[in-house]
């Protein structure tokens, strides 16, 4: 099976979270966004306006055949089981996606931060309302959101190496996008937030560190987090 | 099974998406929140700040037996083929649950317009704010997000009746309720947005004439909209 990946050229964004699931499960795939012989933007373009009976809201979107899934939760989930990225037990699969979804609204929150009037608009037209807003992100929803995977980890019947049960799963993998995302648009916030969350610091070594996932970050295939994706290093915002 | 709904008291909110499919399946269930002989706010604390293996993040969060599982959507995919409102096909389950999704991502959007800058503060503190946001959520997402789900029935090749397949599911009663809550936010800029969505108006309507899902909405556990929820109504922000 070759999986195609829908999703905008040059940057990580939501994407990644899928990216990052086909390379640690070794999966061939084509990243059609940034590879113009497979289409590139066009081909984007074609997903989203083609007429089929399962249209993507928007994208990333995963063919898998004759399959076609949109918003990342769902395509994690769809390709869990099928890349050994996920657990097999229907509770633990169900609180794996449980996960996945709290991940999901902490990257919403991160893209908010720096567009809280929407994304119809540029930042420099928001600057002094997205300066309030990430203050609250800040101080209050890092700190809550990091702080509860930190307790998950804490809680890992298994052990605290994983979010769920003894093996890596999707989640773990999002977790790790997540936290790299507010290290690199967050730095001074991450560097006092960090020292109260050691699990969660080692588990983001932990994924980095995964042969297949370690060979990725250091290709060009990864993409370097900039100021056109969600997670976006201005330094005005980050106290 | 007698499951147990935890959710803030007083306002449909996430809760109520829960609420319709407990409702619509027929289920036997507890409103605990609502509930003050089930225990009330103090048991909605107690789950929050309990120490399982699985805390949730945020409410809602269902019971069943010994399982807890939060996120709206985890917990309708849980409940959707225990309630007969999901279809057992896993493909148009995903189809099912990437639609609950979108309707999620919508949710969110209509309650950051009235809280912008974020929920830590009131929405008196960014009236200017929020008026700037509900101009483009006006204008450009929900004719969005609704031309969407008007597009997946007219697409739907068994019909405009559902949205997948040929019976009901867990994701038209989220959609009523997004389509509910959007009319008693918005009244104007709906009324003038529906006049394009015949088939979305005709699921509206369909869900709501359905005989249990008819009986809830006329009795007291159907808990009215209301400027504490997500959708709120507030007229300067509805153009």
Redesign the interface.
Known sequence: MRYELYYWPGIPGRGEFVRLALEEGGADYIDVGNDEEAGGMAALEAVLEG?????P?ALPALKAGS?L???V??IL??LGPRLGLAARDP?AA??T??LQ??VA?AV?EAH?VHH???A??WYREQKP?AA??AR??RE??IPK?LG?FE??LA???KGPRWLVGARVSYADLSLFQLVAGLRYAFPRTMAGVEDDLPRLRDLAARVAERPRTARYLASPRRLPFNENGIFRHYPELDG
Chains 1, 2 share one sequence.
């Open positions: 007429d089929g009976a399962h249209p809201f399959v899934v949109a918003q939760a769902a989930q769809y509770r169900l609180w996606h449980q979804l709290t609204d919403t908010d809280p009037l929407g119809g608009s309302e309030r807003r609250e992100f209050q929803r959101f509860y307790q998950v809680r890992n019947p």
